[in-house]
């Protein structure tokens, strides 16, 4: 593996006829990465009032986005910005953004976060903030997950103008989701440089992305170039804790989609890009219990077409049976946390439709389920929520069995966790996780209607 000392941002562009966009990275001006986004859709038309000007704006801080792809391969000390000039605010906003970022790769790897992220401009090319109008229409990101149902049908419920967004590509699950809700999907393709698997080959630093960060500054091109307003996230309370600490370092697998995040994202687009963009999460002041009873509620026509799974990400033979009736994996962090928040919802005919057989029954899952109710171990990296949830999911199933055929996690919960808690605890659970609260990041004119 040969070392690197420094990361290039070169330069980047855009092709008005074919709508991609490509950015251009290098470490040391020896490996050179291309990345290709195509923003072109047969279903939607740009904007009247297209203008290059303002789309480079915006580009430019896709531009810094996209790179953490490449450069985990290979963390280097220096970071050389020669597509445009970074001003001091901006350099802080993302040390932030990467280092949260890349927290739990640092912590996986024994990576030393010492001498990292210092940012060198090369350039003298400077564009302003443009303000415009947008029309009052809302972007909704769709994966196959119940958080972005439950967006879905409140925003159907409310009667409000909005379309669907996938980012990268189409799969079966976001098509299912597509067809129930009967809307069209705005999909924008991604294609990263080959170069990038070269290096993973000869054995370079892999590791997932933080993808909801990179969503929101590709969101901000489309909601330019397909003039929408409000771009809608589904990300909830819980996201905003985190998994462990390390070096007096909360570390949260799911940063980007906190409001940490939401709120440093909002104010930087405000100061540089305009300020008429609106992100934000519609199920920021819910946690994932009252997610799971809206989803149970309002969802079921989704129930044998939607998954919360992360391996359909990984599944590499689609002809695989398994794979044609059954979009769950049953042995994951998150196949055992949406089990167990759905659960209390769910009659024993709704299991079966979705997960096929009862979760609490494996007993191939007892290590995994002492890690969600923190008996053991850490909160696992995975998009997975807080233990009090696990917890009080639990115990509202206990309702759903008899003593005599109590599932095998269930006696584990019994014995050894629910002990700890008087009839109070319980009930000060329960009120807790079934509000909603208020989040002054949702626009007023959308709370009004939807909640």
């Known amino acids: 593996m040969k070392n690197f000392s420094n990361f290039y941002f070169k330069s980047f562009e855009f092709d008005q006829v074919s709508k991609i966009a490509k950015f251009h990275y290098s470490f040391d001006d020896e490996i050179f990465f291309v990345e290709e986004i195509s923003f072109s859709s047969d279903l939607f038309e740009i904007r009247w009032d297209f203008d290059f000007k303002t789309l480079n704006n915006i580009l430019f801080h896709l531009h810094i986005a996209l790179w953490i792809s490449y450069y985990k391969s290979f963390p280097t000390n220096d970071l050389i910005v020669e597509s445009w000039l970074l001003d001091d605010y901006q350099v802080n906003f993302w040390k932030k953004f990467y280092i949260n970022w890349l927290w739990e790769f640092l912590y996986t790897n024994n990576i030393s976060i010492d001498g990292l992220f210092n940012f060198k401009n090369n350039s003298n090319v400077e564009y302003s903030k443009i303000d415009f109008e947008t029309s009052d229409k809302s972007l909704v990101p769709v994966w196959w997950w119940k958080d972005s149902i439950v967006s879905i049908e409140l925003f159907k419920k409310a009667n409000i103008n909005f379309d669907l967004f996938v980012f990268w590509k189409e ?51 489309v909601w330019y170039l397909y003039d929408y307003k409000y771009l809608v996230l589904s990300n909830e309370i819980s996201a905003n804790f ?79 049976k398994l794979w044609k009736w059954k979009y769950w994996c049953n042995s994951c962090p998150k196949c055992a946390f949406v089990f167990s928040i759905l659960r209390p919802y769910l009659n024993k005919n709704d299991v079966i439709e979705i997960f096929w057989e009862d979760l609490y029954n494996k007993k191939d899952l007892e290590q995994l389920f002492r890690e969600l109710l923190w008996i053991t171990g850490i909160k696992p990296f995975e998009c997975v929520w807080e233990a009090e949830e696990v917890i009080y999911s639990m115990y509202k199933s206990l309702n759903l069995y008899t003593n005599n055929n109590l599932p095998f996690i ?9 002990i700890k808690f008087s009839e109070k605890d319980l009930n000060n659970i329960e009120k807790k996780l079934g509000k909603i609260y208020d989040q002054d990041i949702i626009p007023e004119e959308i709370k009004k209607i939807i909640f």
């Open 171 to 221: 799969d079966e699950l976001k098509n299912n989701t597509a067809e129930i809700s009967g809307r069209n999907i705005l999909l924008v393709k991604r294609k990263i440089s080959d170069q990038l698997f070269e290096l993973n080959k000869k054995w370079y630093y892999n590791w997932h992305v933080p993808i909801t960060g990179l969503i929101a500054f590709v969101m901000e091109v």
């Open 242 to 320: 985190w998994n462990t600490l390390w070096k007096w370092i909360n570390i949260n697998h799911q940063y980007s989609k906190s409001l940490e995040f939401e709120k440093d994202f909002k104010d930087y687009t405000e100061k540089y890009i305009s300020s008429n963009v609106k992100y934000f999460s519609l199920l920021r002041g819910m946690y994932e219990v009252k997610i799971a009873e809206y989803f149970a509620k309002y969802a079921k026509k989704y129930f044998s077409k939607f998954s919360s799974c992360n391996n359909n990400f990984k599944i590499i033979n689609k002809s695989d």
């Open 410 to 418: 269930l006696k584990i919960f019994k014995d050894e966790v629910l």
